[in-house]
């Protein structure tokens, strides 16, 4: 297997309490060529200070600091600007990557050609409990099935950098805008169904919220141009299996 850089890019928010294991598990990897770009986006918490201490130890760690928050979208768009690997990876500050991760990922992605690819992803409980539920991915991924729902989990996902678009900004969850943006131009991703991320839930959301990602993602069909009707109607779709997936995923093990 060819090696080539692997730009890991990592926005980080106040995140401290979650932080280094992101960091440890980009570490642990198998695979030998990467760099690890962090931006603190104006952290009020000890964020910084915990990724200059790695950096202080990894010279293929690079920190940029936002001195006004920015957001997640123009924070990874920093990042993207000063990757210089042949491939983007993205990793948030609080999930998780199995150590053959990257290895397993590019190897993938030659023996297929692949543009774009994505993995399985386990989760954790907002209590830290593992959940039994895994997200399986099939290993073509057209634009009808991202329309109907995002088997995409954005820490799983590798693209060639010169096939990235830029995160847009607004009230939307940019990296489902995104994703669609990128498969009307390429056509499909690649799913490798490994669990190699470990996705950090978040506590229950209250309503208001899951209002609030509703409309998010009718805003996310908006930018990727479908009429307002056509957008109305996969938000529904959309909800509907984002609800059957968060079922499965809070099950609890007997």
Avoid: C
Avoid at 32 to 53: G, K
Avoid at 188 to 209: E, I, M, V
């Amino acid at each position: 297997m060819d090696t080539p850089l692997v730009s890991i890019i990592m926005p980080a928010h106040n995140a401290a309490a979650t932080i280094r294991e992101s960091i440890d598990s980009v570490l642990a990897q198998t695979y030998p060529h990467w760099e690890l770009i962090i931006v603190n986006d104006a952290s009020r918490d000890t964020t910084l200070q915990i990724i200059q201490s790695y950096a202080a130890q990894n010279e293929n760690l690079h920190i940029y600091t936002n001195t006004t928050n920015q957001g997640a979208s123009e924070t990874r768009n920093i990042a993207i600007r000063q990757a210089q690997g042949e491939y983007l990876a993205f990793l948030d500050s609080d999930d998780l990557w199995h150590p053959e991760k990257l290895a397993q990922q590019i190897n993938f992605m030659q023996e297929n050609n692949a543009t774009l690819s994505f993995t399985a992803t386990a989760y954790l409980a907002a209590t830290g409990e593992p959940s039994p539920y895994t997200l399986t991915v099939p290993k073509i991924f057209t634009l009808q099935q991202l329309l109907r729902s995002n088997l995409m989990s954005h820490s799983s996902v590798i693209i060639q950098r010169t096939q990235m678009l830029p995160y847009p900004k607004g009230f939307l969850h940019e990296d489902y805008a995104v994703w669609l943006q990128i498969l009307k131009k390429i056509g499909h991703a690649h799913g490798l169904n490994q669990p190699l991320l470990t996705y950090r839930l978040q506590a229950q959301s209250k309503s208001a919220k899951r209002i609030d990602s509703a409309i998010m993602i009718y805003n996310a069909y908006r930018h990727a141009q479908y009429n307002r009707i056509k957008a109305f109607l996969y938000t529904l779709r959309y909800a509907r299996h984002s609800i059957s997936k968060r079922n499965q995923i809070n099950r609890p093990k007997w």
